[in-house]
């Protein structure tokens, strides 16, 4: 095989996607499996994630997914999944630390800043701060003995940023009144913040960590939202779940080898402001 192509050959590689049957984990799980990877699905929703996975198995094989049901912010069933995980396949090459949550009351997840309750604030930093926590600590494990592997965490532009609040004046998401949560940004933050340090921890070892921080992607905000949004942008528009699967497969791959502790954004150009 020509040196350059190798830089993007995935042949025997084993993916964890966590969050996998959200709108970018679905997409990131088919692109993997259409390079020839394995991937090992984990999420908490039972129902899309067996959905996800019998698409992948009829699209790509029975033997290139693994369907597993796991809550990341469970210390006990990370612990107990990945040991399985590794297990089963010997070894994890690539960790896509992709999972995030909302509450299942959105009301309460976009509260004002002055109303919000600790307890939707710990519930949202349990998984999208404390589960990448545990997911990069268990698998990190194994990648430190190999002295190999690949940590993607999926951040956003609100890490670095702060969101302009003037957009989401009579702005929607699936019918109600969306905004930016504190707790959102915040834990996003964080990301950034882990990611840096374990790619300075785990350098010695071969184990690169990087995040990627996508832009808004269209998935049910209104029209006015899309307008304010996309007139922020230098190129024009909201990300489409595909615009962000090209730069996650470049970290992924052997093309990014010399990249550790980076921040990638993918957000049409907002963060060049």
């Not at 702005?171 to 964080?190: D, R």
């Not at 990627?212 to 949004?229: I, R």
Request: with cysteine.
């Amino acid at each position: 095989m020509d040196r350059y192509k190798k830089l993007f050959n995935f042949d025997n590689k084993v993916a964890v996607v966590t969050g996998a049957s959200g709108i970018l984990g679905t997409e990131f799980c088919k692109a993997l499996c259409s390079f020839g990877v394995t991937v090992v699905c984990l999420d908490r929703e039972e129902d899309s994630l067996e959905k996800l996975t019998q698409d992948l198995a009829n699209n790509y094989g029975k033997d290139k997914v693994v369907s597993v049901l796991c809550d990341v912010s469970d210390p006990n069933a990370v612990k107990k999944v990945v040991n399985e995980i590794v297990q089963q396949f010997s070894k994890v090459d690539i960790l896509l630390n992709n999972a995030a949550t909302k509450t299942k009351d959105l009301k309460s997840f976009f509260s004002p800043f002055t109303d919000y309750s600790l307890e939707v604030w710990r519930e949202v930093m349990a998984v999208n701060l404390d589960g990448m926590f545990l997911m990069a600590q268990a698998i990190g494990k194994s990648m430190i003995e190999r002295r190999a592997g690949v940590i993607i965490q999926t951040a956003s532009i609100y890490s670095l940023l702060g969101p302009d609040q003037r957009i989401y004046q009579g702005s929607y998401y699936l019918g109600g009144e969306i905004n930016t949560p504190a707790v959102y940004t915040a834990s996003k933050a964080g990301v950034i913040g882990l990611t840096k340090h374990l790619a300075t921890l785990w350098g010695e070892y071969g184990v690169r960590v990087n995040a990627l921080c996508p832009g808004g992607v269209s998935s049910g905000q209104n029209a006015e939202f899309d307008h304010k949004y996309s007139a922020r942008v230098p190129l024009g528009r909201m990300a489409k779940e595909i615009d962000i699967v090209g730069p996650m497969l470049f970290l992924a791959s052997d093309a990014s080898r010399y990249v550790t502790g980076q921040v990638l954004f993918a957000d049409g150009g907002l963060s060049a402001w």
